[in-house]
């Protein structure tokens, strides 16, 4: 599986972006996959993950109610849609799945072990 991420950019204080997660290879049938973000100096963090079947979602308290994860199954790509940006969300974002379920990638997210599969980094930058 390849992952492709883009979507990201420059933007103030109260914008809007929305990322792309392009997979290849696979759909995305038993894997779980999610939006991880690492600003500089700080640990990588999940920001956001979706389970397929039954649909679920997770999001961090540091984003919820701004943004929001939804994906399109028949052409293998997860979206991030980001609202209400604030400079603390300036970070490089990255998507990533990992094999079972979002409460698995979660766990494995929080124990600090790497997901199966990483997209390349996309950079936000929210200007105050």
């Known amino acids: 599986v390849q992952l492709q991420a883009f979507g990201g950019g420059l933007v103030q204080a109260g914008g809007s972006l929305r990322l792309s997660c392009v997979a290849s290879?696979?759909?995305?049938?038993?894997?779980?996959m999610g939006w991880f973000r690492q600003a500089p100096g700080k640990e990588r963090e999940i920001v956001a993950a979706?389970?397929?079947?039954?649909?679920?979602?997770y999001y961090a308290d540091s984003v919820k109610g701004r943004f929001a994860i939804s994906g399109d199954n028949a052409k293998n790509t997860m979206y991030l849609q980001m609202n209400s940006l604030k400079p603390e969300d300036t970070a490089v974002y990255y998507c990533?799945?990992?094999?079972?379920?979002?409460?698995?990638?979660?766990?494995?997210?929080?124990?600090?072990?790497?997901?199966?599969?990483w997209g390349e980094g996309t950079q936000v930058t929210v200007s105050s």
């Open positions: 979706i389970n397929w079947s039954p649909e679920d979602t």
């Open positions: 990533a799945a990992d094999l079972g379920t979002m409460t698995t990638m979660i766990k494995k997210a929080r124990g600090g072990y790497s997901m199966r599969y």
């Open positions: 290879g696979r759909t995305f049938n038993g894997y779980a």
